[in-house]
């Protein structure tokens, strides 16, 4: 199961702790939803989902001054008793003492954001989503070419990381090596990323671990990118049929996104790094203009068979 700790959620999103507890440092967020406490707070419980980080704003503050405190407490505490994971509250709302104390007890951390009720809201969903969706973990090297996100696939000792090396020289961009990790943002936008302990280098037998960052600056290394290509390195084979106009298009599909597989044969003297530049700029094409330039090579022919010229 996917989840992120409380601690986790406070220092990726730079919140203030007002209320410590080294029991609520620990605890787990398991969903990616928010909970503003509207209903919650008037007594109204039953679709009260208490995995959801707690979020008090501007109205849930000011309805609590309104309400008294007595009642206040006695339905806060009916909110607290079922454990909610942290309470968040925003730049513009002053939490009462007695709500501090209540969560104190209950070893629930409450932390500050410096930013507005809607702000916070939004950036903790979207956070959330994404350290929440489930992941694939992928043998191969993921690189920005041209700007295009192209995970490269193969066999252990292909040469993904040779290859790699050389478009890294050739200005493109470093994502991962050796193990990518691969979400789902929503259907159709797959992201890839190197594992924490893995970021910024590359392996190359006979030689060890780079920091391609060292190596060529900063510019060789991005935390992340979409995917839009695979490319899958394969060993050069005679009795395969391999495709010489780029009229097959080959599909690999990872959650719900299918996006283009190209095979590449590998062969001595073969240039893999220029073949996969190539093969990231005729993606590119089709995608974002709508090129197939096989197609329109097929087309030609077809229209001259006929003497349609």
Known sequence: MVK?????????????????????????????????????????????????????????SSYLTKIGEKIAKERLKKILDLNPPVIVYTINVTLPSYLLEMAKEKDICVVKSYMGTQATSSKLYAYLQERLAPRLSIHGTLLDIYGLGVLIMGHSGIGKSETALDLIKRGHQLI??????????????????APELLKRYIEIRGIGILDVVHMFGAGAYRPRKNVKLVVELEDWNKDSSYDRLGLENESIKFFETSITKMVIPVLPGRNVALLIESAAIKEKLKIYMNQNDARSFVDAVNKKARGDE
């Open 4 to 60: 992120v700790l409380v601690e986790q959620l406070i220092k990726d999103n730079n919140l203030e702790i007002i209320i410590d507890s080294q029991i609520g440092l620990k605890k787990i967020i398991e969903c990616e939803s928010i909970c503003r406490p509207g209903m919650e707070i008037t007594g109204f419980l039953d679709y009260y989902n208490p995995k959801r980080v707690l979020l008090i704003g501007t109205k849930e």
């Open 176 to 193: 991962g090596d050796d193990l990518v990790e691969i979400f789902e943002k929503e259907p159709g936008n797959l992201i890839g990323e």
